[in-house]
């Protein structure tokens, strides 16, 4: 009986607990209804008296009552300014219509000001009597406007009557004239330095920071040039300095990696002189300058060697062929080069081409003791019907992000090797001897588009063509569809970026390889606007054109001139000894042709022992790089 008196009032505790629990919850939650309730009234009350500050604020500006303007924005910015920084959350809707009241003052006053600057407005005295009574938001806005003018006028955006007639009007507006009248002094100093700002200017639009620096530097250093032009080209010589820091150096860093020793030079020395103390920059020309000497200009003869793809498996059947050289032919051939004291050079650079109507002859500059070699890569479409001779079949990018051949070789594997092509030997050979380029120079790549570019088929207009190609090879043809010929137009992108990246050149071999010389005109545009259309919108911009045979139009020829227009003048032929010359608008080179027959017939005594070139017997095994895959 005890035990269950015991639960019994045990369990009329707990719901005597429960229910006094129950009603203070309830009261609580009655309390949280009242302080949300009145919460939102009371904000509601404080954006809806927010609300009716700004109509009134318009209204008293409207009716010229500035003295009721000011105080009605005097009393909302005075509570901002006065809140705790720490609960300016509470206080958005006074700030949100304090800025709203500041815009509506400087809307007005634009207007005013915009009419005074295109249409030579006088201000009206309502308008000078609201600048004037408003000033307390409008004369810090009116100060930065004749400064904004004083530096527009410095560049050269507004025009001296102008600025003048600005000024004289505005100096009836309060205490305005007393700010007015230093820089209204300043005019005759500002129009003096226009000229060295404006060239500073230009520089930095054309992103020669350096120029744009060194201009500015000049204009702080003038002794006329003090006050307003002083701090203004102090406050761009930071601001250039900080523009320009990351991305030169990152460009000039880009030049070491690719073996633009003297470009890299020039450029951190450049920076060297805006930075001086700074040891990235100073660690950075140290690395060019050690793998730079001294130059010399160059008068004599420029040698201009070609060569076509080459054989990169002499036990093909077709490899005996002596229209082209083996690849270890080539690595021997640049090693003679590189031991003769040759250097390979840019063949754009003996021409500025900044002009659209004439070229302007460059002296050729190398290091002190070097002879110039222009590199040529003829006719690098990779077409089927050289399979035959163990040719590549295309190029192909590793996975070191390096350009190499991709050959089928006579046991029927596919090889991906750099010592499988002129393009990847080459490379190599200039990572092993820096100074066997000049600056960076590697040599130009002719490339037509007849069957394919680069060992793809890029357009409809190729797939016949390649499939006749195949066949002559013993190959099956195949097929394209658009999506194929898409990605192989993003392939030969890919490629043509790295190569221009590493300091290859492009040319045209004209789109159907044809007799330049024998074609008309017609002709010659049909064959143009197909490589534009096809090849030259995966190149890019292309001044250059590889004659096939050698068979050149004359520059002064109609068909020549057509070719111009379009962007190329610089040409070369075919001849076994060196010349260039410059003519109308063009720069005209012979190329030596370097093939089995040329080595074996020719006298190259002025280059290299043709007979330590040539393959002593035909190779029968595959370069120690090259991997099945």
Known sequence: MRRASGQIYD?????RRSGIGYTVCAVLCLIMVFVIGGTTIWVKKVNKREESVLPLFIQALDTGDYAEALSIYRSVHDKVVAADPDKTSELQAEIEVMAQMENEVDSRLKTIEE???????????SDIEFMTEMEELTSSRISQWLHDLCEEFLLGTVEKPDVIFIFDQMSQIGNISASAAPLLQEIETIEMARGDVQAAESAYEAQEYVRAVQTYIMVTENDNYSGFVHDFSERRIVEIKEIMYEPMLQEGEHMLERFRYYSAETLFSDMATIFPDDQRINNDLLEATMNTTATEEYRGTVEVLCVRTLIADPASPGSDTDLMITTDEFRRMLEQLYANDYVLVDAETMADLSEDTFITEVNLTVPEGKKPVILVL?????????????CCDRLVINDQGQVCGEYMDSNGQTIVSREAEAIGILDAFIEEHPDFSFDGAKGVISICGYESCLGYVVSEDEVDDRNNALAAAGRPSVQFSDSDIESNRAAVAEIVSVLLDTGWKFASSTYGQINAYESDMETIVADTEKWLDQIGTLTGPVHMIV???????YGTDERAEYLKENGFRIFFGMGSNPYYIYGSNYLYYDRTMISDSTLRNSDLTRLFDAGAVLDPEPENTASEDQEPI
Do not use: W
Request: charged content about 20%; aromatic content about 28%.
């Open 547 to 553: 004659y096939p045979g050698g068979n050149y139009i």
């Open 378 to 390: 003829d006719t690098f479409d990779y077409s089927a019907y050289n399979y035959i001779y163990g």
């Open 11 to 15: 369990s009329y505790d707990n719901n």
């Open 115 to 125: 009419a005074m600057r295109y249409e030579r407005y006088e201000p009206s005295e």
